[in-house]
């Protein structure tokens, strides 16, 4: 069966809303994936807002308590979309990121996806129904919970995608998809309609912050292709950039992240 990856990004689920509207965009993409995994990112800006809490507490917050923190923003995303889907009587339901069965190494607020073991995923898949799962996080081989660093829901959505063999992944965002420059800051720059990986690397490493470099390396790895759009006009059927290398084949068995267990200024 047909299987697509949809990524929603903060500014896409930012208010309750907002779930509603992207739960719209789940429902009308389902009529052509019969398997559809959804990964989100927290509301808006309530990550910033956990770590400023934090920092009220302590001015260096651990990172493992921190990583304790932040990931519950995410997990906040996943249950009110898949309460949004129900509501619609679609069956939903939602995982965090050690439910998914995302392994990361050890390293905290800056952790590698070593693994990803989605059984859980696929049986509820199997049975029909749209799987939610918190981004950003996972579980180390130590028991302990991680998070991948700032842009990781994309990383996320990608390694899902690689896992159970995805048609595509695909991220909603505030933009229509990638540009040349950022177009918030240059509103007459030109939107490309197809890009190879390489490219794609290239226009973010330079700081359009349009996609998460981790994942477009992830991608190029696994050749698994990739479509960025807009989620705020859901009757928009155009527009979008597309990346992939065309020709490309897939690693198998999948390829994540290296390990990394670089010190990132933690207590």
Same mark, same amino acid.
């Given at each position: 069966?047909?299987?697509?990856?949809?990524?929603?990004?903060? $500014?896409?689920?930012?208010?309750? =809303?907002?779930?509603?509207?992207? $739960?719209?965009?789940?429902?009308?993409?389902?009529?052509? *994936?019969? %398997?559809?995994?959804?990964?989100?990112?927290?509301?808006?800006?309530?990550? =910033?807002?956990?770590?400023?809490? $934090?920092?009220?507490?302590?001015? @260096?917050?651990?990172? %493992?308590? @921190?990583?304790?923190?932040?990931?519950?923003?995410? %997990?906040?995303?996943?249950? !009110?979309?898949?309460?949004? !889907?129900? %509501?619609?009587?679609?069956?939903?339901?939602?995982?965090?990121?050690?439910?998914?069965?995302?392994?990361?190494?050890?390293?905290?607020?800056?952790?590698?996806?070593?693994?990803?073991?989605?059984?859980?995923?696929?049986?509820?898949?199997?049975?029909?129904?749209?799987?939610?799962?918190?981004?950003?996080?996972?579980?180390?081989?130590?028991?302990?919970?991680?998070?991948?660093?700032?842009?990781?829901?994309?990383?996320?959505?990608?390694?899902?995608?690689?896992?159970? =063999?995805?048609?595509?992944?695909?991220? *909603?965002? =505030?933009?229509?998809?990638? *540009? #040349?420059?950022?177009?918030?800051?240059?509103?007459?720059?030109?939107?490309?309609?197809?890009?190879? *990986?390489?490219?794609?690397?290239?226009?973010?490493?330079?700081?359009?912050?349009?996609?998460?470099?981790?994942?477009? @390396?992830?991608?190029?790895?696994? @050749?698994?292709?990739?479509?960025?759009?807009?989620?705020?006009?859901?009757?928009?059927? #155009?527009?979008?950039? !597309?990346?992939?290398?065309?020709?490309?084949?897939?690693?198998?068995?999948?390829?994540?992240?290296?390990?990394?267990?670089?010190?990132?200024?933690?207590?």
């Amino acid at each position: 069966m047909k299987t697509l990856i949809m990524k929603f990004g903060g $500014a896409s689920v930012a208010t309750p =809303d907002h779930f509603l509207r992207i $739960a719209n965009l789940i429902l009308e993409r389902r009529q052509e *994936y019969q %398997r559809i995994v959804v990964v989100v990112s927290a509301m808006g800006n309530t990550t =910033d807002k956990l770590i400023e809490l $934090a920092k009220m507490v302590h001015p @260096q917050p651990p990172c %493992r308590e @921190q990583d304790m923190l932040v990931s519950v923003g995410e %997990r906040i995303s996943m249950s !009110l979309l898949a309460m949004a !889907l129900i %509501r619609k009587n679609q069956s939903a339901v939602s995982f965090t990121g050690s439910q998914s069965g995302i392994i990361t190494s050890t390293t905290h607020s800056e952790a590698k996806i070593i693994h990803v073991k989605p059984h859980r995923i696929v049986k509820d898949l199997e049975r029909g129904k749209i799987v939610i799962v918190a981004g950003f996080q996972g579980v180390s081989r130590e028991g302990e919970i991680t998070t991948l660093g700032r842009g990781g829901s994309d990383t996320t959505a990608v390694a899902l995608g690689v896992a159970i =063999d995805a048609e595509r992944v695909e991220f *909603y965002k =505030d933009v229509k998809g990638i *540009y #040349e420059e950022d177009p918030k800051k240059r509103p007459g720059s030109k939107l490309f309609d197809k890009l190879n *990986y390489d490219a794609a690397i290239a226009i973010v490493s330079r700081g359009s912050g349009v996609l998460h470099e981790r994942c477009l @390396q992830l991608a190029k790895k696994n @050749q698994i292709p990739l479509f960025v759009k807009s989620f705020l006009d859901s009757k928009e059927k #155009e527009g979008g950039t !597309l990346i992939m290398d065309p020709g490309g084949i897939r690693n198998c068995p999948a390829v994540f992240e290296e390990e990394c267990e670089a010190s990132v200024g933690c207590l």
